[in-house]
């Protein structure tokens, strides 16, 4: 699912003054005919039209570019959880669903309002008091298109998780993972010398013959069981999930921060039924000594490539009658 293209949220003044800005334009370069109360009255109800078809189309985009919350998989619906406040989240769409179908009765009252009356201040007035309850309507619902711009920025960021043999690079923070992310599959990750460089999901692909395989980075976690933050969340939630298989980075220099000790504490204690396989990263900065008293098995990316890909099932051959 691919979260990239949702449309970003005008706020609510931003919407009424395009909304103005359209009807005093457009209003002005219609011919009308008639008298000149007819003239008046069509006037007043061209400029209300104007600004009805400029606000609710742009409200349903937002409805429509946002993810129905139907359609979303456990995994995102879990990562919403995780990253947004979730309720608010579908409290602000049902707010833009409910200012859309106000927006269209106060349109059509009021239409009909100026459409028989006979006075001109009396138009003049409806029309003012039409404008005075849209702007009011839209200030109410302001929030919602605060919070969903927020979420559209947070949700930018969310993977687009293919149906594919999937990958964890899993760790502790600072220790390699996106680096070893961009050298399998050629992304081009953000890496930093600091810890929580990387705070939502990096997804890159990688092919081995007809085989294409998902590797996720995560954020680093610190293996705190019942503190972790919803940065880390993240990693559990991919690890445990979504992930076929993890690839446990392993910083054997201790540059990253975390002490050998600490990194094989948090490897025995993965506790996940999937296949681990281990990569030591930052190999140029350990000495000999240091690399002859790692006892687990480890394996070079490009080891890595290979083994993954001796992972993934091959469909039996669909049986012919
Ligand atoms: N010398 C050396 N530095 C490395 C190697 N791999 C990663 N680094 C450095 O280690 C630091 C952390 O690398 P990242 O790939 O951002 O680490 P990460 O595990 O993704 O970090 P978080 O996203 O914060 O959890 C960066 O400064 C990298 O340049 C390596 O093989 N050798
Ligand atoms: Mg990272």
Redesign the pocket.
Same mark, same amino acid.
């Given at each position: 699912m691919n979260f990239q293209n949702i449309a970003p949220i005008e706020t609510n003044k931003q919407l009424l003054n395009l909304a103005f800005a359209k009807a005093r334009v457009k209003g002005k370069s219609k011919k009308l005919k008639g008298n000149w109360l007819q003239i008046i009255r069509q006037k007043e109800a061209l400029k209300l039209d104007i600004v009805k078809d400029t606000i609710v189309p742009r409200l349903d985009k937002v409805l429509k570019s946002f993810p129905a919350t139907a359609d979303l998989s456990d995994f995102y619906t879990k990562l919403m959880n995780l990253t947004l406040d979730y309720p608010n989240y579908k409290k602000s769409l049902g707010a833009v669903n409910w200012a859309m179908g106000k927006i269209r009765l106060l349109h059509k009252s009021y239409v009909s309002k100026i459409i028989k009356c006979k006075d001109r201040e009396a138009i003049k007035d409806l029309s003012k008091q039409f404008y005075g309850r849209l702007s009011s309507l839209l200030k109410q619902v302001s929030p919602n298109f605060v919070y969903l711009e927020k979420c559209r920025r947070i949700m930018k960021n969310y993977p687009d998780i293919k149906e594919l043999f999937t990958v964890c690079i899993y760790g502790f +923070? /600072?220790v390699g993972? =996106? =680096?070893l992310?961009n050298k399998l599959t050629g992304t081009r990750?953000? !890496?930093?010398a600091y810890a929580?460089? =990387?705070k939502s999901v /990096?997804a890159g692909y990688f092919k081995v013959g007809d085989k294409k395989i998902q590797v996720l980075? !995560? +954020?680093?976690t610190l293996a705190r069981k019942e503190k972790m933050n919803a940065i880390e969340l993240q990693a559990d939630l991919v690890a445990k999930e979504l992930a076929d298989s993890i690839i446990y980075v392993f910083d054997l220099s201790e540059q990253g921060g975390f002490s050998i000790k600490k990194q094989e504490q948090l490897l025995q204690n993965l506790g996940l039924k999937k296949k681990v396989l281990v990569y030591l990263s930052k190999l140029d900065l350990v000495g000999p000594e240091v690399l002859a008293g790692f006892k687990e098995k480890y394996y070079s990316s490009e080891e890595i490539k290979e083994k993954i890909v001796s992972f993934v099932k091959i469909d039996p051959e669909p049986v012919v009658d």
């Open positions: +923070p /600072n993972k =996106t =680096t992310l990750a953000q !890496v930093a929580f460089t =990387t /990096n980075d !995560v +954020p680093g």
